[in-house]
């Protein structure tokens, strides 16, 4: 496979726990009074030293969230931001019925053999081998099961009424004594696990053995960094139905209340935001015509499964004189390129705003400046705010929309297809001329700060903003097959076993800056919302001067030290 058809599959963002989780809770735009009353740093670290002591690993993660929006400066936020996001993620799991199921319908044996299958292939596949090492996976996996027994829902799920002293003596045991085995492959950490879950039933009855070998294949995935995670078969599934409503693409946020579905908030800069006046609190009397004033989040999410045409008709419920009912039509497939409008008419300043990326985004921008210019359009305000990423390749091919030449990004990993792999531009007189203005944020991250550190590298805009998240990763699905039935030439067949999203390549920018972990830091620090726009304005006119002089075609450029 050529590495344009890896990273084809691959792609950045199709599913990235820490900064979709670390998105807010979205509704209304704040009022000044509620501007004025955003909590500070420190009362934002002490609201989540206070959750993390009392156990509430969901608040301790929102404020983490919030914290390394607002203070990146800490070097320690994004570490404490991690821990909690993995704490988070592993009480969901042990309360989620499909990993319990999963659980308990894998054999102590088959578990044995679907971890020795993860410390056979992840070793080889991680973007970094010396941090993947049986070792560490080992260790990283006896970490999580220790935090797993501490955990009352996996215990009651799991044990038959183990004493907490026999628990908790078992769990010091495996932070000194086990961690400390010697483990350099699959074989040996395959002994050593089965020799642990033998001393786990001699110290407290185990009912399902299998959850503890599981519990280690999870922490052996999670460990690695905040983007891998163990995917059981359901979630490995990409056409698995869904019984909850979704609606987030667009940017509507939905729930259920006393029995009626309601819209819990609207992204900010989101599709819906832009193109329709449905608001936070808002009632949905009618869901692609079918009633929800009493409804169930599968009966939602059934509606939405079967559209009006190609769009989701969703009419609200109409609340007096103030707050009429209205009729919105959301596209099933939403743009991706949106709220295209001319922001300064007499100067020729435009505005577009690209909210992920998707196979069709360069396009969309490709009639977006087009429209533009055909209203007399002469420098472009392109927003990034808030966009999270999405496929690769796309913030790769609209890099090429706006670069005539030069490289737009490399992978470095393991994998052969991904190390060392360079993507360029070689888009000549065909590239859009207009000069750039780019918003970007602490949101903005993966396909996003693609696009945004090429422009910036390659002096092709100006960026005013907040630095971006630091998601310069990319994920692959590696499916696992160990479990599997095989066909007569021994191939897999339907997938029994699971999966892993792990990391496999890692971002670098033109001039040889990191991405991960780093983001791109914009010409212009604002952290204002408003004022990031008013001097977004104030820049495209500055640059007006420049625009009847032809771009140069950017050279390839070195690789800094």
Not at 252 to 258: A, G, R, V
Not at 270 to 291: C, E, M, P, V
Request: proline share 6%; hydrophobic share 40%; aromatic share 6%.
């Amino acid at each position: 496979m050529t590495a344009w058809a890896t990273l084809r599959r691959a792609g950045i963002g199709a599913v990235v726990p820490l900064f979709l989780l670390c998105a807010p809770v979205y509704g209304d735009e704040p009022s000044k009074s509620e501007k004025s009353a955003k909590p500070t740093p420190a009362q934002l670290r002490a609201a989540a030293e206070k959750a993390e002591k009392a156990g509430d690993w969901d608040a301790a993660f929102t404020a983490y969230c919030h914290l390394f929006v607002t203070d990146r400066a800490s070097p320690d936020i994004r570490e404490k931001l991690n821990t909690a996001l993995r704490r988070s993620q592993q009480l969901r799991r042990h309360r989620d019925p499909q990993f319990q199921q999963y659980a308990a319908n894998t054999s102590p044996t088959d578990a044995m053999k679907l971890y020795a299958e993860v410390l056979t292939k992840v070793p080889v596949l991680y973007v970094d081998r010396e941090r993947a090492t049986p070792q560490i996976l080992w260790e990283n996996g006896l970490e999580e099961l220790a935090r797993a027994l501490g955990d009352p829902a996996f215990r009651q799920a799991f044990l038959d009424d183990a004493s907490a002293d026999s628990v908790e003596r078992f769990r010091n045991s495996l932070r000194t004594t086990w961690a400390r085995q010697s483990v350099a492959n699959a074989a040996d950490a395959r002994l050593q696990l089965r020799k642990l879950t033998a001393a786990a039933q001699d110290a407290f009855s185990v009912r399902v053995p299998s959850a503890l070998v599981i519990e280690v294949v999870c922490g052996a995935c999670s460990g690695l960094d905040e983007y891998t995670v163990f995917l059981n078969p359901l979630q490995l599934n990409p056409n698995a139905v869904s019984s909850t409503p979704d609606l987030s693409a667009p940017g509507i946020y939905l729930t259920l209340m006393d029995g009626a579905l309601v819209i819990a908030g609207i992204a900010p800069g989101s599709w819906a935001a832009h193109h329709t006046k449905l608001r936070k609190g808002d009632r949905i009397a009618l869901l692609n015509t079918r009633q929800m004033e009493m409804t169930t989040l599968a009966a939602a999410a059934e509606a939405l499964r079967n559209p009006v045409e190609v769009f989701h008709e969703i009419e609200t419920a109409g609340a007096g004189p103030d707050n009429p009912s209205i009729t919105v039509r959301v596209p099933v497939i939403v743009p991706t390129v949106y709220g295209i409008d001319t922001v300064n008419a007499k100067e020729g300043v435009g505005y577009a705003r690209i909210g992920s990326f998707s196979p069709t985004t360069a396009r969309e921008l490709d009639d977006a400046i087009n429209s533009l210019k055909s209203r007399g359009v002469r420098v472009l305000i392109l927003d990034l705010r808030g966009n999270m990423g999405g496929a690769f390749l796309a913030g790769v091919d609209t890099a090429k929309r706006l670069i005539p030449a030069g490289v737009i990004v490399t992978t470095q990993g393991q994998v052969t297809q991904a190390d060392n792999q360079q993507f360029s531009s070689e888009s000549g007189m065909t590239a859009h001329d207009l000069p750039v203005v780019l918003l970007v944020d602490a949101e903005t991250a993966s396909a996003a700060e693609v696009l945004a550190a090429a422009l910036k590298d390659h002096n092709r805009a100006t960026l005013i903003g907040m630095p971006t998240f630091g998601k310069g990763a990319i994920q692959y699905p590696v499916r696992l097959d160990s479990l599997d039935d095989k066909d007569e030439n021994g191939k897999p067949k339907a997938n029994k076993t699971g999966g892993i999203r792990l990391t496999i390549a890692r971002l670098i920018a033109p001039r040889g800056g990191a991405i991960n972990g780093v983001g791109i830091t914009p010409h212009v620090l604002e952290a204002d919302v408003g004022r990031q726009f008013g001097l977004a304005v104030e820049k495209a006119i500055e640059l007006l001067p420049t625009v009847s002089r032809p771009l140069p075609a950017s050279p390839m450029l070195p690789t800094l030290p």
